[in-house]
């Protein structure tokens, strides 16, 4: 079992709709991270969140600590947004676990 | 600041050859980490260093990887000998105590 799992794992999307991709994991964190990565490769850290929410343009992360959750909210989506995300949580322990990634594609 | 610098950009080696990849965090960032990332197992972490000193290396594949950190400006991962299965991408990634990561462009490694 994956210490965190994404879901879900491909999404395609019209333009202009509302996205949300899900978080789960099973350890204590510390923190928890969303990371954008195109089809050229690099890779973008979106947000760091430790608890509540966080914004930035049109996109929103949130968490709930206690139900060891997290959405990424994507408003107005755009072919631009097209890219593989990926949820990652820095443990307790200082271990770092990863999710499998959500690969997007929004369609114009 | 350039941001996280990592070279080279692409490397094909062959196998048993040793391969030195390397990364320059950005300044003042005390975390740095090394990632690989292939299609089969996405992104892993293979080392992270606090301070230049490693934290944890459970992520090493193996005895043939080695990773230092002999300064604060610069970082080497280091793969001796190189086999094909090593072939990935590897991300280097700085950070600041309470903030997210920058990662570098990557190095792209083919083994023959």
Known sequence: ?108 | DAGVIQSPRHEVTEMGQEVTLRCKPISGHDYLFWYRQTMMRGLELLIYFNNNVPIDDSGMPEDRFSAKMPNASFSTLKIQPSEPRDSAVYFCASSETAHGYTFGSGTRLTVV
């Open chain 1, 1 to 108: 079992k994956n210490e965190v799992e994404q879901s879900p794992q491909n999404l395609t999307a019209q333009e202009g709709e509302f996205i949300t991709i899900n978080c789960s994991y099973s350890v204590g964190i510390s923190a928890l991270h969303w990371l954008q990565q195109h089809p050229g490769g690099g890779i973008v850290s979106l947000f760091m969140l430790s608890s509540g929410k966080k914004k930035h343009g049109r996109l929103i992360a949130t968490i709930n600590i206690q139900e060891k959750h997290s959405s990424l909210h994507i408003t107005a989506s755009h072919p631009r947004d097209s890219a593989v995300y990926i949820c990652a949580v820095r443990s307790t322990g200082n271990q770092f676990y990863f999710g499998t990634g959500t690969s997007l594609t929004v369609i114009p």
